[in-house]
């Protein structure tokens, strides 16, 4: 079984600054990996996503993402914040071959300070 | 946003009255979520379907049900609500075949049990 983890529970940049939130995942293949956003009220967006080829995918919103297989990581980033992007972010793992059950990180919550 | 809606989107219940949230999608796809979100948890499936008529538990299932007796609609009922039911509920569907497994999310239903 896969699993994901989000190491940070919070984090706090300034409006400009760059950003990059972590996923470690566990997972005995090359999974599919996933991030969402969700905006207070609202529902996860998908932001980007990998399945293979170039390792470093990207988003939308100017999100970037990339797989590092050696490190069993996808980390998300972005070089410029705006003040709009402070919303949770949600990193997903989905195995390969069919189980159609997505396994999601607990979220990393983003502030961003003007 | 892959054409899913939530209905409704806010309910206020009473301990032990029967609630059915209700998830429609107008693109066939084969497979369907119910999940819950609340603070500290992350999101949590509580059932999938993967066709008409063909459903399976998630990790927090009791005190639910499902039905989906049509390929567009996916319904989740509470049987007698309690307050640890209240959350928010999220649908999702998952567009397959070949590197397109990709869950999309619903605007969600917030839920108040008194």
């Known amino acids: 079984a896969q699993s994901v983890t989000q190491p940070d529970i919070h984090i706090t940049v300034s409006e400009g600054a760059s950003l990059e939130l972590r996923c470690n995942y566990s997972?005995?293949?090359?999974?599919?990996l996933f991030w969402y956003v969700q905006s207070p009220g609202q529902g996860l967006q998908l932001l980007l996503k990998y399945f293979s080829g170039d390792t470093l995918v990207q988003g939308i919103k100017g999100f970037e993402a990339e797989f590092k297989r050696s490190q069993s990581s996808f980390n998300l980033r972005k070089p410029s914040v705006h003040w709009s992007d402070a919303a949770e972010y949600f990193c997903?793992?989905?195995?390969?071959?069919?189980?159609?059950?997505?396994?999601f990180g607990r979220g990393t919550s983003l502030i961003v300070h003007p | 946003d892959a054409g899913i809606t939530q209905s409704p989107r806010h309910k206020v219940t009473e301990t032990g009255t029967p609630v059915t949230l209700r998830c429609h999608q107008t693109?066939?796809?084969?497979?369907m979520y119910w999940y819950r979100q609340d603070p500290g948890h992350g999101l949590r499936l509580i059932h999938y379907s993967y066709g008409v008529k063909d459903t399976d538990k998630g990790e927090v299932s009791d005190g639910y049900s499902v039905s989906r007796s049509k390929t567009e609609d996916f319904l989740l009922t509470l049987e007698s609500a309690t307050s640890s039911q209240t959350s928010v509920y999220f649908c999702a569907i998952m567009a397959s075949g070949g590197e397109q497994e990709t869950q999309y999310f619903g605007p969600g239903t917030r839920l108040l049990v008194l």
């Open positions: 693109e066939n796809h084969r497979y």
């Open positions: 997972y005995g293949a090359t999974p599919y």
């Open positions: 997903a793992v989905g195995a390969r071959g069919g189980s159609y059950i997505p396994t």
